[in-house]
C-alpha cells in the first residue's frame, strides 16, 4: 500500500544555503511520492539541483521524474537577471528522468533549460503522473503563463506561481493573462476543497494553509469572489 510522502524545500534555508538570490527568490521545490516505494517526483527543481536530490536520498527516496509547473528559469533553470539559475538540465546529467509539462508550456521550457523535446512529456489538464502508488493530476491553470499548471495530489495543491497564500502569480510578464487568471482563481480552482492545503511555488504569505483559509485571507481571491 502506497504511504504518501511530501516534503517541502525552501531555497536559501533548506538548500542553496548562503546564495543570495536564492534566499531573495523565496522558491519552494518539492518532493512527493511513495514513502514504500521509495519513488518521488521533483517539483520545479531550480537553484541548488544536488542538494534537493540529497534530500531525497537522506529520505531514501529517488527521483523518478520531474514536474515543471512553468518555465520561468527560477522554477526550472536557465538565464534571468544577469543570474545563471541551476535546474533541470543539471538535474538530467545527474538524475536522468522524464520532465513533465504541460503542452502549452513544453516550448519554454525547452528553450530556457536547452533540454530537447524527447526529453518533455507533454501533458494536457487532468493527466496522472505516477510515483509508485501515488498519483499526481495534473491542472492547467493559466494566467501567470500560458501553460501554468498546478499538481493535486491526496489533499495537497502544489501551486506554483499560480497562487500564493498572499497574492497570486503576476500577469505581466511575456504570456501572461489577467483575463486567464480570474477564471483561473474564480472558475478552475472553484472545485478545490476547503481541506486541501494549498502549497505555493513561493513563501508569499507563508508555507502552506487550508484552501478554506486562503480563500478568506488572500485579499486578491477576497476582491474576486466577493
Excluded at 478552475?188 to 505555493?200: D, E, F, H, M, V
Amino acid at each position: 500500500m502506497a504511504e504518501f510522502y511530501l516534503k517541502q524545500l525552501l531555497m536559501g534555508r533548506d538548500v542553496a544555503q548562503g546564495h543570495m538570490a536564492a534566499e531573495q527568490m523565496q522558491n519552494f521545490v518539492y518532493l512527493v511520492g511513495d514513502r514504500e516505494a521509495g519513488e518521488c517526483l521533483v517539483i520545479d527543481p531550480a537553484w541548488d539541483v544536488q542538494g534537493i536530490v540529497d534530500c531525497a536520498a537522506a529520505d531514501d527516496m529517488k527521483i523518478v521524474g520531474a514536474l515543471a509547473t512553468h518555465y520561468h528559469p527560477d522554477h526550472v533553470g536557465g538565464s534571468m537577471m544577469g543570474l545563471d539559475i541551476q535546474g533541470l538540465h543539471t538535474l538530467m546529467e545527474i538524475n536522468p528522468c522524464p520532465v513533465h509539462v504541460h503542452k502549452l508550456e513544453a516550448q519554454g521550457v525547452a528553450k530556457v533549460t536547452g533540454l530537447s523535446k524527447t526529453d518533455l512529456a507533454s501533458h494536457d489538464s487532468g493527466d496522472v503522473i505516477g510515483a509508485g502508488g501515488v498519483e499526481v493530476e495534473l491542472l492547467h491553470t493559466p494566467g501567470h503563463t500560458p501553460g501554468s499548471c498546478c499538481f493535486r495530489v491526496k489533499q495537497a495543491l502544489l501551486a506554483g506561481d499560480t497562487l500564493f497564500l498572499q497574492g497570486c502569480g503576476r500577469v505581466d510578464l511575456p504570456g501572461g493573462s489577467p483575463e486567464e487568471m480570474r477564471r483561473t482563481l474564480t472558475e478552475r480552482l472553484s472545485t478545490i476543497s476547503g481541506n486541501t492545503i494549498l502549497y505555493p511555488g513561493h513563501a508569499y504569505g507563508g508555507e502552506s494553509a487550508p484552501m478554506e483559509d486562503v480563500r478568506r485571507t488572500n485579499p486578491t481571491l477576497m476582491s474576486l469572489l466577493s
